[in-house]
């Protein structure tokens, strides 16, 4: 079993940044991936950013990329995603997944909303 809790999400002005953050507990595999979705009203949930390999191996959306630092201390099982330059387009709930052997896991994410 895994459980996974998003916290740190909130109200950013256009042009801020923010990090989300991700606790995973359970049986976690370091070197499997975590990953960050993100779903915004009335959209798919869409892909965002991944970290396997005790934080070797970072990927993140294409349209994103240059704005966002994924990371994870050690082998801690936290992992967190840096957003920068948000838009009011980033305004999604974020969450957090991990693939495992038996189950695909998913936390009850995490509100952004980017507003004035």
């Known amino acids: 079993q895994v459980h996974l809790v998003e916290s740190g999400g909130g109200l950013v002005q256009p042009g801020g940044s923010l990090t989300i953050s991700c606790a995973a507990s359970?049986?976690?595999?370091?070197?499997?991936?975590i990953n960050w979705y993100r779903q915004a009203p009335g959209k798919e949930r869409e892909w965002v950013a991944s970290?396997?390999?005790?934080?070797?191996?970072?990927d993140y959306a294409e349209s994103m990329k240059d704005r966002l630092t994924i990371s994870r201390v050690g082998a801690e099982n936290t992992v967190y995603l840096r957003m920068n330059s948000l838009t009011p387009e980033d305004t999604a709930v974020y969450y957090c997944?991990?693939?495992?052997?038996?189950?695909?896991?998913w936390g009850q994410g995490t509100q952004l909303t980017v507003s004035s």
């Open positions: 997944n991990y693939a495992a052997i038996d189950g695909n896991y």
């Open positions: 359970g049986v976690i595999n370091p070197f499997h991936k």
């Open positions: 970290i396997a390999s005790v934080g070797k191996i970072k």
